[in-house]
Every structure is written in structure tokens, then in C-alpha cells.
């Protein structure tokens, strides 16, 4: 039987081997994603396959995960009110996201308290610390070169927090990065032109702006969640520690706090990801009404769909349903989810959350109903 001072070695010695082994993981992901950009670019292939996706091999390697653990389940069909949900498919896509999104918050808190640790405060104060316009924009620009969903986006935004980015930095990177995604834009290219692809742009990053200076109002300030849980250094004699330890620990301890919460809106896009179809059918039967993007955007507010998944399927819709429609429906079902309002609600509040969706609802509304208007026949 182990004696105490055997157990506290140990302990000693995971926690001086696991900052190592995750910073070798974070370095890992990232050089991957570059290599993957890379080879893209020598192969000459399209520039939203050339744009590095850090998420991209963790995705791949959850997806691959789900599929493996479920081969061996039946097929099993289970209609609901709102459509059938395929159980196979539903825990599949569940396994997936549990991977996925605990790995992302992790490392991303990892990776930014590193940052933060590593380098000159007075660098991050004048750049994404900034709480002003210069930091609104920072943050936007983040955001435009992360193109990510809205469950994944929470986390990524958790972990900007942590890092030090101020409450406008952190806020427009949260609209931005699944907002202005590539495949909205180059959609909104091959339909419309390059007019409608700079409409699109210049509204995302207008939005990305508003929601930065509206975030006091939203109520989207996550420091309070995040600093009340972070490890006070200085009171826990963590001080002669090395910088990945004290990183790791703030990372652990915030990652502790909200993984049940972040488990909780996986399982939710798995059960929700059945729904995906039923708004494109909806959208075949609505046609060119005019109602049809504040239509669009209710019913895909909740659902938790990446726009690479709808964007060849709305491009076959374009000569029905109008363009600002389509976009609409891309843009709800990617801006925000049930999965990310999950994440929000521990992080802000529930009617500061609710808020924030409110906010998303009335811009895609909006974005939708103008480019009906300006680009219809």
C-alpha cells in the first residue's frame, strides 16, 4: 500500500510531466495545421483550403474517434415531432464533440496563459488588451483568420479571456470568428459577385464592432467567471514555479469548472445535428417570401450546423429561395447554437445570454432582409 509521502512524489511528478506533455500537444496540433496549409498552397489548391484551421486535426481525429467506438451499434431510427434522429449517428457525433471541444478549451486556455506568461504584459495591453477601438478591431481581425462554429468558438473565447484580451477585444472576436466565415463569403462571391462578397464583409465586421462596444450592455464580461476560478499564485506558493506549470494550473483549474458544462452542449449538437435538413426543407417550401430570413433564422438559431456542411446545399437552393434567405439560414445556424447558449449561460448568466442570442437573431434578420432588397430580382 502507498504511503503519503509516495503519493505527494508522484503527484510531484505529474504535475511537473503533464505542462510538458501538453505543450508538446498544442505544438503538435499547430504544426500540423500549418503543414496541412502548406501542402494545400504547393498543391494549388482553393485559399479557403490554404487558411490553417488549428481545430482541423482535432476534429479529424474526434470524427474518426466516433466512428470507431459506433461501428459495432444497429441502426436505429427515432421519430420525434421535429424529425427522426438516427441514434447511431447521434452518439457518433456525440463522441466527437466530447473530444473536440474539452482538447480546444484546454489548449486554448493553455496556450493563451502561456502567452500571457511568456510575454511582455505591456504587449498584450497594447494589442488585444486594449479596450478600445484598436482592441474592438484586433479582436475582429482574430476572429476573421478563426473560422470556426459557434460550439467551438465559447471555448476559444474562454481561453482569450484567460490570455488577458479585454471585454471589446474578446467580445468582437466572439461574433467574428464564426461570423465571418470563408465559405459565407466565397458563397456570397459565386452568387452575387464581388459586391455582394464586400457587403457581406463590411456588414460582419460593422456587427463585430457594434457587438464589441454593446458588450457591456450584452452583459458579455466572462472575466469575472474566469479570474473568480483562476489560482492566485502569490497566496498558493506557486510564485518560484516555472511558467508551464503556472500556466498549466490556470488552464486545469479553469477546465475543471467548466467541463461539465462543455460535455453538456456536446451532447446537445449531437442530438441536434438530427434537425439539420428539416430548415432546408423549410426553406424549399417558404420560396421568395419576404418574411423568409427572419423565418430562416429562428429555426436555425438553435441548431448547431458548420457552414462548410450548408453551403453546397444552399448554393442548389439559390434559384428558389433568395440570396439574403440563404444566408440568413447559414449564418443562424453557425453564429449561434442551443450548445453554444449552454456554454454562455455558465459563462455570463442566463439573461445575459440570452441577450447575446437576441443580439446574433436581430443582425442575421437584418443582413438577410437587406441583401433580399438589394439583390433581388
Known sequence: M??????????????????????????????????????AWLAGAEAKSIVPVFE???????????????????????????GPIDVKYTASYTIYEWFKLPIILFLTTYGMALLRLRISATWIERTIGRNDLIGAAGGTLMGMVTPVCSCTVTNLYVGLVAGGASQRASSAFLFASPALNEFAIIFMFVIVGPTGALIYVLAGIAAALATAYLAPLLGLDPARF???????????????????????????????????????????AGILVNFN?????????????????IAATLLGLPLDINAASTAPILVALHQIVPIGTL????????????????MLDRLLGRINAIKVVLWYAAYVILLGLLLNWMFGS
Open 56 to 82: 482541423a486535426p482535432i476534429a479529424q481525429a474526434g470524427k474518426a474517434l466516433g466512428k470507431a467506438l459506433t461501428e459495432w451499434m444497429p441502426a436505429w431510427i427515432v421519430p420525434t415531432p421535429f
Open 226 to 268: 474566469v479570474q473568480h476560478h483562476l489560482p492566485d499564485h502569490a497566496s498558493c506558493g506557486c510564485v518560484r514555479e516555472s511558467i508551464l506549470t503556472r500556466a498549466h494550473r490556470e488552464a486545469w483549474t479553469l477546465f475543471k469548472r467548466l467541463f461539465g458544462v462543455v460535455l453538456f452542449s456536446g451532447l446537445l
Open 2 to 39: 502507498l504511503n503519503r509521502p509516495t503519493l505527494t512524489a508522484a503527484r510531484g511528478s505529474f504535475e511537473r510531466v503533464m505542462p510538458i506533455i501538453s505543450l508538446a500537444a498544442l505544438a503538435l496540433i499547430v504544426g500540423m495545421a500549418l503543414f496541412q496549409s502548406a501542402s
Open 277 to 293: 435538413l428539416t430548415l432546408v426543407e423549410y426553406l424549399k417550401q417558404a420560396g421568395a417570401v419576404w418574411w423568409g430570413p
Open 327 to 342: 444566408i440568413a439560414a447559414m449564418m443562424a445556424t453557425t453564429v449561434s447554437s442551443i450548445p453554444e447558449w449552454a
